[in-house]
């Protein structure tokens, strides 16, 4: 039997800033939190390094990696990001930024770009003829440098990581490379948001962004009536001030992220803005007052089991075969589970399962060989037959070949038409 997945309900800290409403918000205020997406340290650093080494194998040559951070600005335009000395012939020299550096002097907290640029390293350690930390003009014409890749944790509103690509557009040998075509751009981030990815892939350098899992927000996590009450519960009780948008977090998101490391300042304020009569569960943005088991995807057979009935999978959530399956088989079932409705994005498919970008396209992509889901990731009659199969199974007699998934050579024949009795001979 599988040991019960920690619960963050349970917990003391989650209790006691539940008891602060009313009792009749209570309920309302449990789902909210139970529906946060918890990043724990390693989740976070493996996961984004895949993606990162993915991305930088589509580039032929050496690849420049710059953390995402907040820069100095001037009557509200971000500096240049490389300088350009004052002549006739604009031509960027010198060192490339800092990785990790305050904008302002009294405030000197290093937020997540320090896990950012500490990645960096490590990858630029690795392999330093592929990755290149935070290169200035002098070293991206002699290394022959052909990717500007940004990598961040979370594009919520998009502001900071579009500041960031304008710091270095604004400087001419930058866009007389991207005109030319020797020099490209990406963004690879944890997590995004749909207004985050919208606000920098209209910046004019076109970049390609790329993220690890969509992030999760009211709007996206609740259907429209639910999303509604949930952000008048976050608006009546911000002890800050009651306002429309701000309540629900910077830009009005409503982001239902935490990672290990921190609260980004897109989730409601309730969460994390301390007020008079108010605690919030994550005072300041730091997470470390729950416990770190909380943290990371879960996909043992409880776990699977309580996603499976959030997806209204009830039939299929009780069976049995959940125990006796692997990783690979539960994922897969939960995943056709999440194509009950519209839409069949890998973005979406990834919210309702919280599973990673990259785990849905293996898991679909498996899904199309066995012939039980469509490319339009729409399940075919015999994936169905397997979701029945499963809902129905009592006990331990599921074809689940012990507990895992396996891939036939050639698919099991079934009659694509039925044909009139032969005469019966006489």
Not at 233 to 260: K, M, N, P, W
Not at 266 to 287: D, E, M, Q, S
Not at 338 to 354: F, K, V
Request: aromatic share 6%; hydrophobic share 35%.
């Amino acid at each position: 039997m599988s040991s019960p997945v920690p619960n963050i309900l349970a917990e003391e800290t989650t209790l006691a800033w539940l008891s602060q409403f009313d009792i009749r918000d209570q309920e309302r205020a449990a789902k909210l939190v139970s529906r946060f997406l918890l990043v724990s340290h390693d989740e976070f650093h493996d996961n984004l390094r895949a993606l990162l080494t993915a991305r930088a194998r589509v580039h032929p040559g050496p690849v420049a990696l710059y953390a995402e951070r907040e820069l100095p600005k001037r009557f509200g335009v971000a500096n240049r990001l490389f300088k350009e000395p004052n002549r006739k012939v604009k031509r960027a020299v010198g060192i490339g930024p800092q990785p990790v550096k305050p904008t302002r002097g009294y405030d000197p907290d290093v937020g997540s770009e320090g896990l950012v640029a500490q990645l960096i390293t490590e990858l630029c350690r690795t392999d330093p003829n592929k990755y290149i930390n935070h290169p200035g003009p002098d070293e991206i014409r002699r290394k022959k440098v052909r990717c500007f890749l940004l990598v961040t944790d979370l594009v919520g509103s998009g502001r900071r990581a579009r500041t960031y690509l304008e710091a270095a557009w604004r400087v001419r040998s930058v866009r007389s490379w991207w005109s030319l075509r020797l020099m490209r751009f990406e963004v690879v981030a944890y997590a995004t948001t749909d207004r985050g990815r919208t606000l920098v892939e209209r910046h004019p350098s076109a970049p390609k962004l790329s993220h690890v899992v969509p992030c999760p927000t009211i709007d996206t996590v609740f259907a429209r009536p639910d999303a509604t009450s949930m952000k008048n519960l976050c608006i009546h009780y911000d002890s800050t001030s009651r306002d429309v948008d701000e309540s629900l977090g910077v830009g009005g998101l409503g982001t239902l992220i935490a990672f290990a490391h921190g609260v980004p300042n897109n989730a409601p304020r309730i969460f994390h803005k301390a007020g008079t009569r108010w605690t919030p569960l994550f005072p300041a943005r730091v997470t470390s007052s729950i416990p770190s088991k909380h943290f990371g995807t879960k996909t043992t057979a409880d776990a699977i089991r309580t996603r499976l009935g959030e997806l209204r999978h009830r039939a299929l959530a009780r069976g049995a075969w959940l125990d006796v399956a692997s990783n690979e088989t539960r994922k897969a079932f939960l995943v056709m589970a999440a194509t009950s409705r519209p839409p069949h994005t890998d973005e979406m498919l990834a919210i309702r399962t919280g599973l990673t970008v990259i785990e849905i396209e293996d898991v679909c992509r498996s899904l199309i060989d066995l012939g039980w889901m469509t490319d339009s990731r729409r399940l075919t009659d015999a994936g169905y037959g397997q979701l029945r199969h499963a809902a129905g199974t009592e006990g331990n007699n599921m074809d689940l070949q012990a507990g895992t998934m396996v891939k036939s050579a050639e698919p099991a024949y079934y009659p694509q038409s039925l044909r009139s009795p032969a005469e019966k001979s006489r």
